[in-house]
């Protein structure tokens, strides 16, 4: 099946620095792919729909200067949080829409954990 | 604003126990449903989903959910559980005409032998 690669799958950063999280589609092609965002039990909330070579969409109360992507190809996207502080800690899940039939495959998420 | 409720955040059975987890959600327009299943270590994975038709749909290991409109419900069934089903479970919403997918907090199954 489908797999959505996305790594890496755990990382640990002092407060200031800058996290860059991938996403690649390995067997499919992808124009949209989503960041999601999943605190403690809590729901997985979308922070921004990412879009092959143009601006992200991102949802409201998502700073767009702090959560950068970038959708470069077909079968990858990136999210970057910038100057990362420990409110930024949680569970950063993509998903990339696969362009011949519209199915929706998740990646491992990222647990991003500031110090 | 649409959300999903996931009332039980955490269920333990014994295999061969029925199940039923609960999923209501809030939009008044058409939806589409899904179930999607995270397991140990594993991604995010579906299970089933509802676009239109039969309310009644059947997804994959045995799992069916049933569309109840007038209840605003999307409940998830397995007559009989398997230790293998241990895992997260998530009930998801999109409006027809939208990509964004609205997540449920997801419920937790832990099935014994």
């Known amino acids: 099946g489908a797999v959505v690669s996305q790594h890496p799958s755990r990382v640990i950063c002092k407060s200031g620095t800058s996290v860059k999280i991938e996403c690649r589609s390995l067997d499919f092609q992808a124009t949209t792919m989503f960041w999601y965002r999943q605190f403690p039990k809590q729901s997985l909330m979308l922070m921004a729909t990412?879009?092959?070579?143009?601006?992200?969409?991102?949802e409201q109360g998502v700073e767009k200067d702090k959560f950068l992507i970038n959708h470069a190809s077909l079968t990858l996207s990136t999210l970057t949080v910038t100057s990362a502080h420990p409110e930024d800690s949680s569970f950063y899940i993509c998903?990339?829409?696969?362009?011949?039939?519209?199915?929706?495959?998740f990646g491992s998420g990222t647990q991003l954990s500031v110090l | 604003a649409q959300s999903v409720s996931q009332h039980n955040h955490h269920v333990i059975l014994s295999e061969a126990a029925s199940l039923e987890l609960g999923c209501n959600y809030s939009y008044g327009g058409t939806v589409n449903l899904f179930w999607y299943v995270q397991y140990p270590g594993q991604h995010l994975q579906l299970l089933l989903k509802?676009?239109?038709?039969?309310?009644l749909v059947k997804g994959i290991k045995g799992f069916e959910a049933e569309f109840i409109k007038s209840k605003f419900s999307f409940n998830l069934r397995k007559p009989s559980v398997q230790w293998s089903d241990t895992a997260e479970y998530f009930c998801?919403?999109?409006?027809?005409?939208?990509?964004?997918?609205?997540f449920g907090t997801g419920t937790r199954l832990q099935v014994f032998p």
């Open positions: 990412s879009n092959e070579g143009s601006k992200a969409t991102y």
């Open positions: 998903s990339a829409r696969d362009i011949l039939n519209e199915k929706l495959f």
């Open positions: 509802y676009f239109s038709g039969d309310p």
């Open positions: 998801a919403v999109n409006s027809y005409n939208t990509d964004k997918l609205i």
